[in-house]
């Protein structure tokens, strides 16, 4: 059971970043408002939501073969992006409520997930 919800934990974090991608690419200006730095580089922010994309798909393959502890090692890796975006997001002077709140809780709960997927 607690395999189930992590993967559907990972799944949800797959498909929310690459959404957030696609935010970046459509919105970019709101978008940065939104991460807690903005930024008016529309060009820099393009890159961004491609990097948010590719994190998700990447996660992809594991869950649509079903391999459940390489889907685990993957979220584990992939925890350093929230981590890095929560420490540009403090450096620079952003919220700490989004920092801490949206990148700090995204990766928590993927390394918890990870972390479950790795160990069952």
Known sequence: MLTDIATVLAGLVA????????????????SAEGFGVPVPMNAYLTVKGVR?????????????????????WLI????????????????????????????GLTAAVMAAAAAVLILT
């Open 52 to 72: 948010d994309i590719t994190a998700g798909l990447v996660l992809l393959p594991a869950l649509v073969t079903g391999d459940r502890h390489m889907l685990g």
């Open 76 to 103: 584990l890796a992939s925890v350093s992006a929230p981590l890095g975006d929560m420490a540009v997001v403090l450096r620079n002077g952003g919220p700490r409520a989004v920092a801490l709140g949206v990148h």
């Open 15 to 30: 498909v929310g970043i690459i959404l957030i991608g696609v935010r970046f690419l459509l919105q970019p200006v709101a």
